[in-house]
């Protein structure tokens, strides 16, 4: 690991400023990512901006009956909030298939949010990686993909996103609160966040130069019933090959948000209008520009009977 300076910051705008002022600086919280890329080399921050200090750790019921959520809200916490278990069930369920007890405990939702791919060439830095190195390549095009993304790719990166919770997020049409380095705050659409990789596949998320993360907010509950379904190669502690999240409603209609396919958490609302004709009618738009690899295109059928299982459920 290579050495960096740290300190604490007092506020969100500080953090923010603070950040802006060193190139390359980073956010420091539970740090289940961050630590373990710095280690690696992946990330070489020069310095660390600690801001377990803020007080964003809040659970908070909104003006227009929804719900914000502290970037510091534990994981763990989150999913145990009986707010979130009664009214949001996929994220609870969403976050509790994501990783370890021990992991859960000190992960961030703002954290989980900004994840970096589990790609393998991009931890492995003898590799070509557009995202780890610009323009140096992909090594996973034309490598083994069977984990790699089916849909949203591009010719510089076919990597996916490993959040669990933010497919559900995506499903519920969460907001993300942020505030810039001019002290200036705003809000961005969950389904705006997180990028597609494009010719800049680096660029994953919306936010800009020391831009932070306050808190996420949840509209209003929808009803419905609300299932996660992950396929993973292990039971426990493995990141999704496919991964559903669903909303649906007495009468059919409702969301579906999938993981482990794209760059980002996947949805297409248009397909959504198929819902009460059943999966398949829902994947012919769900999955419409989708260019799989040899290695990986099991995975439009996983997805297919995924999709059914979790409507299946949800029906039930």
């Keep these: 690991m290579k050495s960096f300076t740290y300190e604490r910051a007092t506020s969100p705008a500080e953090a923010a400023a603070k950040a802006a002022k060193t190139p390359g600086a980073r956010f420091i919280a539970g740090g289940t990512n961050l630590l373990d890329l710095m280690k690696l080399e992946i990330e070489t921050p020069p310095h660390l901006i600690d801001v377990n200090g803020l007080g964003l750790d809040k659970i908070e019921a909104t003006d227009d009956g929804g719900l914000r959520i502290g970037a510091l809200v534990r994981n763990t ?5 009986d707010r979130v278990r009664r009214d949001y069930g996929v994220l609870s369920r969403a ?72 497919v559900a997020m995506r499903v519920l049409d969460a907001q993300v609160e942020t505030v810039k380095p001019d002290g200036k705050t705003r809000r961005i659409k969950i389904a705006d966040f997180h990028k597609l990789p494009g010719t800049t596949p680096h660029i994953e998320t919306a936010l800009q130069t020391g831009e932070f993360i306050t808190a996420v907010t949840l509209p209003k509950p929808i009803g419905g019933s609300h299932v996660y379904h992950k396929i993973r190669d292990r039971a426990s502690y493995a990141f999704a090959l496919v991964s559903v999240a669903a909303v649906i409603q007495p009468d059919g209609t409702g969301r579906v948000a999938l993981g482990g396919v794209a760059h980002k958490p996947w949805r297409v609302e248009k397909a959504e209008t198929d819902l009460p004709k059943g999966a398949k009618a829902v994947m012919a738009k769900l999955m419409a520009d989708a260019t799989p690899t040899p290695e990986n295109e099991f995975k439009i059928t996983l997805v297919e ?12």
Excluded: E, W
């Design 77 to 81: 916490d989150l999913a145990a909030d």
């Design 305 to 316: 009977r995924t999709l059914s299982a979790a409507l299946m459920d949800a029906r039930a």
């Design 95 to 166: 976050l509790l298939a994501g990783a370890s007890g021990q992991l859960r405990n000190k992960a961030t939702t703002a954290g989980n949010l900004l994840q970096r791919t589990r790609c393998p060439y991009f931890y492995d830095t003898a590799q070509a990686c557009n995202k780890r190195a610009p323009g140096s390549g992909c090594s996973a095009i034309g490598g083994f993909s069977r984990q790699h993304a089916v849909v949203g790719a591009s010719t510089a990166c076919i990597a996916t996103h490993p959040s669990d919770m933010a």
